[in-house]
């Protein structure tokens, strides 16, 4: 069988140049709905940069998300800047490191962001389609 190259479809300037909804979407795409069974995360983040709120949370094995919503009552709160939130999600910082940074502020439950990013898949491009 031969290797053939591996395209890289979440490069840092794929994730860069996504739309945020996209960029949501795509997450929704990377979420493991087995290890998401039963259950729920509320997520209010703010992007300072872009001047929107949203609230992303995970419940029935599946990402929802909603702009220009905040949601007080939230696990867990996030204000920070697109290039911060691009930054965790593509694994070159924590939001650990954003926070001590100052480009970043996180109230509420820190562990329940751990179990969203948890939650999300890592997958191989090529995989077999058909098994004999």
């Not at 795409?29 to 001047?51: C, F, Q």
Request: hydrophobic fraction near 40%; charge should be negative.
């Amino acid at each position: 069988m031969t290797e053939l190259p591996v395209p890289n479809t979440a490069s840092p300037d794929t994730i860069r140049a996504m739309p945020i909804d996209m960029f949501f979407d795509f997450l929704g795409v990377r979420l493991n709905g087995d290890r998401a069974a039963g259950k729920t995360i509320e997520i209010s983040m703010e992007l300072t940069d872009m001047n929107e709120k949203y609230v992303v949370s995970v419940e029935n094995s599946a990402i929802h998300y909603s702009k220009d919503k905040s949601a007080p009552s939230a696990d867990v709160t996030i204000v920070t800047t697109r290039e911060a939130l691009n930054d965790v999600m593509l694994g070159t910082s924590t939001m650990e490191k954003q926070v001590v940074e100052g480009k970043a502020k996180l109230t509420g439950d820190p562990k329940k962001l751990s179990d969203f990013v948890g939650l999300l898949d890592n997958f191989q491009f090529w995989f077999n389609i058909v098994t004999a």
